[in-house]
């Protein structure tokens, strides 16, 4: 799922997903490519929006471990793929 998608479905337009894995998250979940760099600089949040929010809820669901300072974000494969198939469906629904 690009987050991008996932703002634009938020707002009404037409979008489509299609996944060739039968699962979301590229890389970080087929081939576990981590971590998820970097949302901070000197501890203060740079990159937000769609991205960061599905780090706070994947972090709530005790699948992420953020980095104090520089933000870079180590995740359970498994519940990242749970928590993009949950906003994506948020964004539908």
Do not use: H
């Not at 699962?23 to 990159?47: C, H, N, Q, R």
């Not at 929010?53 to 699948?63: C, D, P, S, T």
Request: hydrophobic share 50%.
């Amino acid at each position: 799922m690009t987050w991008s998608s996932a703002g634009a479905a938020r707002e009404g337009a037409k979008t489509a997903l299609i996944e060739r894995f039968g699962f979301l998250g590229g890389m970080a979940t087929a081939g576990y490519v981590a971590p998820i760099s970097e949302f901070k600089f000197d501890d203060v949040l740079v990159i937000g929006g769609v991205p960061w929010e599905f780090i706070e809820k994947l972090q709530a669901m005790g699948g992420a471990f953020v980095e104090p300072t520089i933000g870079n974000v180590a995740f359970d494969p498994e519940l990242y793929k749970l928590c993009a198939q949950r906003m994506a469906l948020d964004a539908v629904l």
